[in-house]
């Protein structure tokens, strides 16, 4: 449960920290990039809480999340970038927390 409010909480707080002027658009923006969960419905079974997402599911693999971080270094798709880098991030974070690896081990 932690982990999915962290999904809202932390594009929140980088809405608020670092797009003021338009936090509101910020955040939608980034928990809309939430929708690249959508591949875990490729999955067998879906839902698997001992899985680790990253380099498991189709938009979770190393060399996509390394064309997430370079959306973010462009105005124009930065949001984005930053949305799906943060969701990489706070992914790995919690195959370290339930599995201790960063990244499936397959």
């Known amino acids: 449960m932690l982990h999915i409010a962290l999904h809202f909480l932390v594009p929140l707080l980088v809405a608020r920290l670092f797009f003021r002027r338009r936090w509101q658009t910020a ?10 969960d959508l591949d875990h419905l490729l999955a067998q079974p879906i839902y ?3 899985r680790c997402s990253i380099g ?3 938009l979770h693999q190393l060399w ?3 064309v997430y971080v370079l959306l973010s270094l462009f105005p124009a798709s930065r949001l ?3 949305g799906l880098s943060v969701h990489m991030l706070l992914d790995a974070a919690d195959c370290q927390v339930t599995s201790g690896v960063w990244v499936h081990p397959g």
């Not at 955040?27 to 929708?35: K, N, Y």
């Open 80 to 82: 984005v970038g930053l």
């Open 27 to 36: 955040f939608l923006v980034m928990v809309a990039t939430m929708l690249v």
């Open 56 to 58: 498991f599911h189709p």
């Open 64 to 66: 996509l999340i390394a």
């Open 48 to 50: 698997d809480p001992g």
